[in-house]
């Protein structure tokens, strides 16, 4: 696509519920990030994947946080027995790959996020 | 230590003023550099890229890169209300992208 997609916009679920976010990166964008930004916050790194495989899962904030990448293109993070403390945005971004390579450096596009409200 | 460091403001300017945007980072491995600017309940959009060091400009905003300091800037010129808004800076290690926390701009007409 043109651009990133994410999926919801927005959830408002009750504690406790699982919810599912999904994200489609730009086409042709091998690696993709997720964040989280709570209000008036940084970004909170939560995973990074490259193709399908997750390199860094250090960001996920407890074992209730998952997420997965199938053929190389759509993530979906999922967020089990959700928490009021889990409500945020959750932002999305993808990169041509990742670091730099023989064709220069990368840049990492955010999607317009998924607001999650947990009540 | 944080990867990459910013001083989180708020950076008040008056309007037609130049705001003056820094960032230190810890790596110096580190390869790409990015300024992202993002509005009140909105993703972050990327505003620069630099690589090499030196100045880069691109029409009123110049990013300004340093790697023997480590430190990499934003300049604004002429600055407008409507660049109002928390400027992230982002860090290419070749291994992860880490952001700053981000720099709050307020400019007064």
């Known amino acids: 696509g043109a651009g990133v997609s994410q999926s919801p916009s927005n959830k408002v679920t009750e504690k406790g519920k699982d919810v599912e976010l999904r994200c489609d990166p730009i086409?042709?964008?091998?690696?993709l990030y997720w964040y989280r930004q709570s209000l008036g916050q940084g970004l909170e790194f939560l995973i990074y994947?490259?193709?399908?495989?997750?390199?860094?899962k250090s960001g996920l904030p407890s074992d209730r946080f998952s997420a997965e990448r199938t053929g190389g293109s759509v993530s979906t993070l999922t967020i089990q027995r959700t928490q009021q403390e889990d409500s945020a945005v959750y932002l999305c971004a993808s990169s041509q790959r990742q670091g730099r390579d023989v064709f220069g450096p990368s840049t990492i596009y955010f999607g317009e996020g998924s607001w999650l409200t947990v009540v | 230590q944080k990867e990459v460091e910013q001083n989180s403001g708020p950076l008040s300017v008056p309007e037609g003023a130049i705001a003056s945007l820094n960032c230190t980072y810890s790596d110096r491995g580190s390869q790409s550099f990015f300024w992202y600017r993002q509005y009140s309940g909105k993703s972050p959009e990327l505003i620069m890229s630099?690589?090499?060091?030196g100045d880069k400009e691109d029409g009123r905003f110049t990013a300004q890169l340093n790697k023997a300091s480590q430190y990499v800037s934003l300049l604004i010129r002429d600055s407008q209300p409507s660049d109002s808004a928390t400027y992230l800076c982002a860090v290419d290690t070749g291994n992860q992208f880490y952001f700053g926390t981000g720099t709050s701009l307020t400019v007064i007409p």
């Open positions: 630099i690589y090499s060091n």
């Open positions: 086409s042709g964008h091998t690696a």
């Open positions: 994947f490259q193709g399908n495989s997750a390199p860094d």
